[in-house]
């Protein structure tokens, strides 16, 4: 297929509804972690996060499974093998009266939502390339980021007018809704010509490609630095603000509003990646959100949480400089490894998955009394990444030897 430069409305707005079922499956469930957490007999709120952090894990090992297959079968029909392992975990999770079982459906519920996670930046990869793929990356991921501004909310609403059950039935209504219009309007991007035929070593080949690519690998390590520590703060945000700050009514909207933060930052880079390009925009980004993070353990080292205007100031801050990082740093993974697009942005979300949930699950673990732990984390995460942003310039600039 012939790269393009202009942009496609339909296609974006298609792409965009695919990743914000991925994210309405995520935080419209936030309000009712408590409420599913009493129903289901959980003891300890803590526990409460794996229902956020579990989804990741199997979105991880799902885009692993599926993102190669459609480089062997094509990107429309593993989209819809992923609606239907989606459905019946869903399923699962509505008729369970088992926290572990709950926790198994959510994991599948994360393989499911692997395959539009996965596809659409591979179809995206498919049809742009260079700092114009950047671009629209950059528009998709702004939608996907700003579905939590009324996710939370949306949750609220559903509980308020029925029960946490709503929230699940809603999910499937609005998920059938999107792949109904996907079959009628998207063509396959994957041309039969460009398929990699199915082997029994597909995976192993694809790793072996991808490792190729220095850049592929670094930036994946990157996203999994940012994804894990930002992955923190979905999975403790409820407890920070419900319980830290006794704010539980106004939780969805705080919450609202710091998602607008980040979906206004990734709007900017929509804007200034093809002008400034996707490294230079990533790498002072990433210098931004170790500076911010660092800036508040040095002020309030002693684990005294600042007033909520303060946390709520910092946190704009920082995830307005998570909106330059989110959708660059997937671009610039996948700049190298177009051919192999399915498993390149399967490798890159697999990794950085699977490095960002025990991430969280440690870090959330220290979030109980303080927000300090949070920041922390991500200043830690934010400096390795800035290394290895640094790393990849000096090698990048270093004169060839010969």
Known sequence: MQKTTHLKFEFVALMASL?????????????????????????????????????FLGIGFGQLIL?????????????YVGFIIFIMASALCLITKSFEIMIVG????????????????????????????????????????????????????????????????FNLIFGLIIIFWFWKRQ???????NRIPFTSHLYLDGFKEFIKYPEAVAFTLVSGFITGSFMVYLSTSQQIFEQQYNMAEMFPYIFASLSISIGLATFLN?????????????????????LISVLYVLLFFSGNNPSI???????????????????????????????????????????????????????????????LPLFIGFSIFGILSVIVFYMLKSKTSSPATV
């Open 309 to 371: 205007y303060v946390l709520i100031t910092f946190f704009a801050l920082q995830f307005f400089a998570v909106g330059f990082l989110f959708g660059n740093l997937r671009a610039l993974a996948m700049q190298s490894v177009g051919h192999i697009a399915g498993i390149g942005a399967a490798l890159n979300g697999f990794i950085s998955t699977v490095m960002a949930v025990p991430i969280a699950n440690y870090i959330g673990g220290f979030v109980k009394t303080s927000v």
């Open 106 to 169: 959510r994991v599948l519920q994360g393989i499911g939502l692997a395959a539009p996670r996965t596809i659409t930046i591979s179809m995206i990869r498919d049809s742009y390339e260079g700092d114009y793929m950047a671009k629209i990356v950059s528009i998709v991921v702004m939608f996907f980021i700003l579905v939590p501004v009324i996710a939370p909310t949306l949750g609220t609403f559903l509980i308020h007018l029925f029960n946490w059950k709503a929230i699940f039935y």
């Open 67 to 79: 993102g190669p297959l459609s480089d062997c079968f094509g990107r429309k029909p593993i989209v």
């Open 19 to 55: 990743m914000s079922i991925v994210a309405l499956t995520i935080d419209a469930l936030l309000p009712a972690l408590p409420e599913i957490g009493t129903s289901l007999g959980v003891t300890n709120p803590n526990d409460n996060q794996l229902l956020i952090t579990m989804i």
């Open 270 to 290: 929509s804007t200034l990646v093809v002008r400034f390009g996707m490294w230079r925009i990533a790498f002072i980004s990433s210098i931004a959100y170790s």
């Open 187 to 193: 063509p396959e991007t994957l041309e039969s010509e």
